[in-house]
């Protein structure tokens, strides 16, 4: 008879815990990647024609830690973040490689020469072919791999000069060790 | 001013809750019977001032008070009058107005029905209502208090969250709160059994009509929920497996055992410890919802505000609640028990197997929503459990539940024939054969279309046994009476319908699964997407404007072998206030069938929509399997049992109730 209080109990201290958790800034929204410590899926992106550095494949996130962010000219919440990604390039932090999801060569090269162009290589995937192997759910998201190529973060929404002080660069730094 | 009036009304129903909720029960103890006769009175007053507060607060609604700050943050001038009346709901803390309002008037149905019931029984099931009252007002008016005025007052309103703005919504919330509040009765009885002492053929009979509306309301409020999701959404689907509605489901599944176990109690005494726990679970998993969706721990679509705050006072009052009543089971429970043992071939050892298979269900879909925030706690990582889990471990436990529905009303009580009930299912079992072969026949016999034919052989298994039943109860010796069909008393029909409709849900589940089509492409005028026989062509799109809304509208024709069968106009609205898109779904349905086609973005050029076209087998079977169980509920409820006293009942009824031999 006692069997069902103790149960009711067990649950209320989990809920206790979950909700301290939440307060304490825990967000369950965030499900981190299922890629995370994979290596970075394969792909080969075309390039967008005229830009000096060439498309993205897998082989060019190799040697160094970097970023891949993934955008779009459609997307509102990329020109949020887009000053602070300008901001981590011209003071040469990492290395930022962009894909250019779901867009038209133009509109993202006209994108880029009127806001910026902070990336080393861009990729351009009209088709979602490499969104979907990256598990994305929205623009934009960014990616932190490691010299091996292999993804060890993904941050969900824009980046923050917050999120790079508090996440991003204390984990690029122990990449680098 | 009105407003102040109705703050100061539910202050006032904080102070009767307190009444309410301590001298009828000190009353009972000491057997006091002037303390007692307090109960009725505070009931009715608290219905009253609950009530007033919350027509005050529809008031500001109406008349767009925006300094009021609830009013302020969910509505707006330019709405339709039906969605400032619902934006009352619309909220938190509305809501919970409307929670409190519901839960008072319950109680006052209590004192105002409850006429023949032993006085002590009667004050405690009214003190105990009273302390959930003085729990929930104390809620609402320390952390969620929607009175609070708002200076200076804003010239316009924020506007209600356009997905809301729906007349599927609009009834959705008063609906479910009608179920998960009306299982507080239910609650309450059991909490005043315990403490009486005493179980009995009688208490279920007091407790049965309350579950049973509760049931039937909570019945409709997820079908509504679910129509809602399924036309709105557009995403053609009508279940998910979200957290949020499997808060409201798993109360279902207890609630039907609970219905189901009284009945038990009621004829032969036994279960009856058992019954008392299912109603004390039955309404904490209606807390437990409230509380998830309101405290933010858990992900949902469809989830209010998440305010943290909120919730650890909510997760008190879960404590309180359902520890409070748990700890007064474990201590009485082994008091009221007795009469236990039965055979397992029986009418109640059926009904036993049912109430194992519900909560076992109830159990699998609790676990797997609060999985992930137990992998959170205890930090096993991050996931979120999906639809493959439920469809996986529910459907296994709803085969055998369906298989025995059809049986068990044919067996017995006390000592069943099982063979009888076979030989008179045989019918039925061919039917059954039959509505597999059929299936495989017509669609093919690839492993999709078996498993169809497997749900559509359960549905036809549970239609014909229900038929049979009915008939065997019917016919005498003489052949099928008039006279027999008419004095047949009303809960057995009640339980016919609620059983078919049970079935017809299961073609619902079964065709949509099975044979849904779901197209996608991007069409320029002339272009057309082929479903199911049908040719749905894309003509037009143009700017429409509703009251609060600019929207694309879609215009496509739909025919079938060359010939016009009609025209969809969906549509993507964009609402201004606040801004956001809403998808219009536009539904052709045939009644047994929908054609449901969604318009999506334009391309670059504005001459190409993204046109989702889905072919919807047997999903209206859904709405009729729900509306057929609330009618069923109704019905029952409306059985001549529920209005005469027990006495005469006990005479009168028993004989009738049999199942002919």
Not at chain 2, 65 to 82: C, E, M, Q, R, Y
Not at chain 2, 291 to 318: C, E, K, N, Y
Not at chain 2, 425 to 443: D, E, F, H, R, Y
Not at chain 2, 481 to 499: C, D, E, F, K
């Amino acid at each position: 008879m006692v069997i069902p209080l103790i149960i009711v109990a067990a649950l209320l201290a989990v809920f206790g815990k979950r909700l301290a958790d939440v307060s304490g800034g825990d967000d369950p929204r965030v499900v981190p990647t299922v890629l995370l410590n994979t290596p970075f899926p394969a792909m080969d992106l075309a390039a967008l024609p005229g830009r000096e550095f060439g498309g993205l494949s897998t082989a060019d996130l190799k040697g160094q830690v970097s970023l891949v962010n993934v955008w779009g000219s459609w997307c509102v919440a990329c020109m949020v973040e887009h000053p602070t990604l300008v901001a981590l390039n011209r003071e040469k932090l990492v290395p930022i490689h962009g894909i250019a999801w779901r867009d038209k060569p133009e509109a993202s090269l006209a994108w880029l020469a009127k806001n910026g162009d902070p990336y080393a290589r861009v990729g351009q995937d009209p088709r979602s072919s490499a969104a979907i192997a990256l598990g994305v759910t929205g623009a934009p998201e960014t990616f932190v791999v490691d010299a091996e190529g292999v993804i060890r973060y993904k941050h969900i929404g824009p980046i923050t000069p917050e999120v790079w002080k508090t996440k991003l660069a204390p984990l690029i730094a122990q990449l680098r060790k | 001013m009105l407003i102040e009036l109705g703050h100061f009304a539910l202050a006032l129903a904080l102070l009767v809750a307190v009444v309410q909720g301590t001298l009828p029960l000190i009353g009972a103890h000491r057997r006091n019977t002037a303390w007692m006769a307090v109960a009725e009175p505070a009931a009715i007053v608290q219905a009253l001032l609950c009530g007033f507060a919350f027509a005050t607060l529809m008031h500001a609604y109406i008349v767009s008070d925006f300094s009021v700050i609830g009013v302020a943050n969910n509505s707006h001038t330019a709405k339709p009058l039906l969605y400032k009346i619902t934006g009352v709901w619309g909220n938190h803390e509305g809501s919970m107005v409307l929670w409190i309002t519901v839960l008072s008037l319950f109680g006052a149905a209590v004192a105002l029905f409850g006429t023949n019931l032993p006085r002590s029984l009667k004050a405690r099931t009214l003190g105990i209502q009273g302390l959930i009252g003085l729990g929930f007002l104390a809620f609402i008016l320390f952390t969620s208090n929607p009175f609070l005025r708002l200076n200076p007052a804003p010239a316009q309103g924020n506007g209600l969250n356009p997905l809301l703005q729906d007349p599927g919504l609009a009834f959705h919330p008063p609906m479910l709160y009608l179920g998960y509040v009306g299982f507080s009765v239910a609650f309450s009885f059991a909490a005043a059994a315990l403490l009486e002492g005493r179980v009995d053929s009688a208490w279920a009979r007091w407790v049965r009509p309350w579950t049973l509306a509760a049931w039937m309301f909570l019945t409709l409020g997820i079908g509504l929920g679910s129509w809602w999701a399924y036309y709105e959404l557009g995403w053609g689907g009508w279940w998910f497996w979200d957290p949020v509605e499997n808060a409201s489901f798993i109360p279902w599944l207890t609630g039907t055992a609970l219905l189901h176990s009284a009945i038990v109690v009621e004829r032969r005494e036994a279960l009856k410890s058992w019954t008392i726990l299912l109603a004390i679970v039955t309404f904490s998993l209606s807390l437990l919802g409230t509380f998830l969706v309101r405290s933010g721990i858990l992900t949902s679509v469809h989830a209010f505000a998440a305010d943290p705050a909120r919730g650890v006072f909510v997760l008190i009052l879960l404590a309180i609640a359902i520890g409070g009543s748990l700890t007064l089971y474990a201590v009485r429970a082994p008091a009221v028990d007795g009469g236990g043992v039965f055979s397992p071939i029986s009418r109640e050892g059926g009904l036993l197997i049912n109430n194992l298979l519900l909560t076992t269900a109830a159990t699998t879909v609790l676990l797997g929503t609060l999985y992930p925030l137990i992998a959170d706690a205890f930090e096993l990582g991050k996931l979120s459990v999906g639809a493959p889990y439920f469809n996986a471990v529910f459907v296994p436990l709803m085969v055998p539940l369906v298989i025995l529905t059809g049986i068990g009303p044919l067996l017995a009580w006390k000592r069943g024939d099982l063979n009888g009930a076979f030989q008179r299912l045989k019918a039925a079992a061919a039917i059954a054969v039959l509505a597999l072969l059929a299936t495989v026949v017509l669609n093919g016999g690839d492993i999709v279309n078996i498993a169809a034919g497997g749900g559509m052989a359960l549905a036809a298994w549970l239609i014909a046994a229900a038929l049979t039943e009915w008939l065997y109860r019917v016919r005498g010796t003489d052949g099928i009476s008039w006279q027999r069909i008419v004095n047949l008393p009303r809960s057995a029909y009640g339980m016919t319908l609620a059983h078919i409709g049970m079935a017809v849900l299961i073609i619902g589940v079964t065709g949509s699964t099975a044979w849904k089509e779901e197209h996608i492409e991007s069409l320029k005028p002339g272009e057309y997407i082929e479903a199911a026989g049908y040719r749905v062509t894309f003509v037009t799109a143009k700017e429409v404007r509703g009251p609060n809304y600019v929207a694309l509208q879609g215009e496509y024709t739909v025919t079938r072998n060359g010939e016009l069968v009609t025209t969809l106009r969906p549509e993507k609205r964009n609402f201004s206030q606040p801004v956001q898109q809403t998808t219009e779904a536009a539904i052709h349905t045939t009644g047994l069938a929908d054609l449901y086609t969604v318009i999506g973005d334009a391309d670059a050029a504005n001459t190409a929509f993204v046109t989702r076209v889905f072919y919807e087998p047997f999903v209206p079977c859904l709405w009729y399997g729900v509306l057929l169980m609330g009618l069923g509920g109704l019905v029952s409820l409306s059985d001549r049992r529920h209005r005469i006293g027990a006495a005469r009942r006990i005479a009168a009824g028993s004989a009738a109730l049999q199942p002919a031999e």
